[in-house]
């Protein structure tokens, strides 16, 4: 158990609609990162929070976003879904040092239909 | 149960010469093994992949070895270069669960 989560574990929803994806850092760690994991394009780094501010931005698209709590949990809010959204998204979360290891939750699975 | 395991944080290596990354794994339903390599500031990037029923990748300076039944692999950097320097994960994909297992990480110097 790497201590972080990822709520829900699954999500299926249709073409256009809006969800969010929680994601809870280990205990301490400043830092949460957000992926996404398709068959074909790997591993995606999306955005990166430190203690609640922006820290790094990927390929994100403009229909996501993020952002990071005063609790120091973030949600990734995806929007005007496509079918191609459905992928696996994956939080990680650190110290926030450049060399403190990441700890990944174990993912959410998103089919958009 | 940390079911991916990079025992070593850190390695230093000098420039030009053979870097290897190891990884110990638990779980034997793992279909594939990945490697990334990440950067400070930047998300991990992909690098080399293993299906579980090989025993050898080799693409360009990076050839990855899968011993099964050790449960372990190893990612061979030959020659080593500055832009080397990054953190290297070893990732276990089981397919049947659709998951992801990373480990946490080994982070290479590369010594000019």
């Known amino acids: 158990d790497s201590g972080v989560t990822q709520t829900p574990k699954h999500l299926i929803t249709a073409t256009g609609q809006r969800v969010t994806l929680r994601c809870s850092p280990r205990?301490?760690?400043?830092?949460v990162y957000w992926y996404q994991q398709s068959l074909d394009q790997g591993l995606q780094f999306l955005i990166q929070y430190y203690n609640g501010e922006e820290r790094a931005k990927g390929n994100i698209l403009e229909r996501f976003s993020a952002q990071q709590f005063p609790d120091l949990h973030s949600e990734l809010n995806l929007s005007s879904l496509e079918l191609g959204d459905s992928a696996l998204y994956f939080c990680a979360s650190s110290a926030g040092q450049d060399n403190s290891p990441l700890h990944f939750g174990n993912g959410t699975r998103l089919t958009v239909t | 149960d940390q079911q991916v395991k990079q025992n070593s944080p850190s390695l230093s290596v000098q420039e030009g010469r053979i870097s290897i990354l190891n990884c110990d794994y638990t779980n034997s339903m793992f279909d594939y093994f990945l490697w990334y390599k990440k950067y400070p500031a930047e998300g991990p990037t992909f690098l080399i992949s293993i299906s579980s029923i090989k025993d050898k990748n080799e693409d360009g300076r990076f050839t990855v070895f899968l011993n099964k039944s050790a449960k372990h692999l190893s990612l061979h950097i030959v020659p080593s270069q500055p832009g080397d320097s990054a953190v290297y994960f070893c990732v276990g994909w089981d397919f049947g669960n659709e998951k992801l297992t990373f480990g946490t990480g080994t982070r290479l110097t590369i010594i000019p």
């Open positions: 205990s301490g760690d400043l830092s």
